[in-house]
């Protein structure tokens, strides 16, 4: 009904490509993290994905020799629902993203001013704050409904 | 001779957009790179379809091939008119626009098309693999892992991605066959 519709509407990254964030690491094929549309753009095969934050269940990064890795985990059917995740599974014959991970480099190249891997520092350290910012505004409005 | 050609158009591979320049000719579409001067040659008679895809600032040019190979041209401006009269004149193609998925979902169909993955959301595409960009692939309940070729151009690398399969979808066993 008008709740679920609600829920839907606040999970839809972009209406169209013109939102998309006019960024260089967005062009370039890095991670982008868009904290006024709470989305997270991939690259994937050249092609700039956008991630819904609310999609998105935990990330963890680690850094072994010479390269960092960044996992991204996503909500799916099997994993722990989120209270308002219940709409997504109306699809049984869908076919979820559940994880991906990304690696690069941490030394840098002559020229460089910071190293490949600092874009997934950077990603890692900003889909927490947007993911955290979500949740507790998520939390606030079921408080309010009740 | 009738004949297109850009500069600063990258051609993208394993997530690595390579710098160089396109020259759209009357029998072959050449795309030669900055950096070490390889050059791609496609010939018209090869496409199976040609697509424009809008992106951030630019748009790109999607080449699917009659052998099932995959070709993205990056960084062209506003001449899509241009280039798909051109499509149109000399190679009897219509480049038609191939619109992303925009939505930020996770979820979505995958379909294969010649060494394609792509996954849809609704109508739209969301992303897609060429399966040659893919080391491994193993198959657990309910779960499809694919590892990627590593490439240290790019400034990040995709290594992995695992997919959640709904049950008796056996249609789904199509990556490993395509190895």
């Not at chain 1, 990254?13 to 868009?34: H, I």
């Not at chain 2, 792509?118 to 491994?136: D, Y």
Request: glycine share 6%; hydrophobic share 30%; with cysteine.
């Amino acid at each position: 009904g008008k709740e679920a519709e609600k829920v839907r509407k606040s999970t839809v990254s972009y209406k169209s490509v013109n939102q998309m964030p006019r960024e260089p690491e967005v062009k370039d094929l890095k991670l982008y993290v868009d904290r006024k549309y709470e989305t997270v753009i991939m690259p994937i095969f050249g092609l700039p994905v956008p991630y819904h934050i609310s999609t998105i269940k935990n990330i963890s990064q680690s850094i072994e020799g010479d390269y960092t890795y960044l996992r991204i985990n996503f909500f799916h059917p099997g994993a722990t629902m989120g209270r308002n995740e219940g709409g997504n599974y109306s699809h049984p014959d869908a076919t979820f993203v559940k994880e991906v991970t990304y690696r690069s480099l941490n030394t840098k190249e002559p020229g460089e001013i910071s190293a490949p891997s600092s874009n997934l520092n950077t990603a890692f350290r900003l889909i927490k704050e947007v993911q955290k910012r979500f949740k507790t505004r998520e939390a606030e409005e079921r408080e309010k409904e009740d | 001779m009738d004949f297109l050609e850009f500069n600063s158009i990258s051609s993208e591979h394993r997530g690595y957009l390579a710098p160089g320049k396109i020259k759209l000719t009357n029998d072959s579409l050449i795309w030669k790179s900055e950096k070490t001067g390889k050059v791609e040659q496609i010939t018209p008679d090869d496409i199976d379809c040609v697509n424009f895809q809008k992106f951030v600032g630019s748009f790109g040019l999607r080449i699917f091939l009659k052998n099932g190979s995959l070709h993205r041209f990056i960084g062209f401006k506003d001449d899509e008119k241009k280039i798909a009269d051109f499509f149109k004149k000399n190679y009897e193609l219509d480049m038609l626009e191939k619109e992303l998925s925009m939505r930020g979902w996770n979820w979505g169909t995958v379909n294969f098309k010649g060494d394609v993955l792509s996954f849809n959301i609704g109508e739209k595409t969301s992303f897609e693999i060429p399966l040659s960009n893919v080391s491994q692939c193993t198959t657990g309940k309910n779960e499809v892992t694919l590892e990627f070729h590593q490439n240290d151009d790019a400034p990040v690398s995709l290594m992995e991605m695992r997919y959640h399969i709904p049950t008796t979808e056996s249609s789904e066993n199509d990556p490993v066959d395509a190895f």
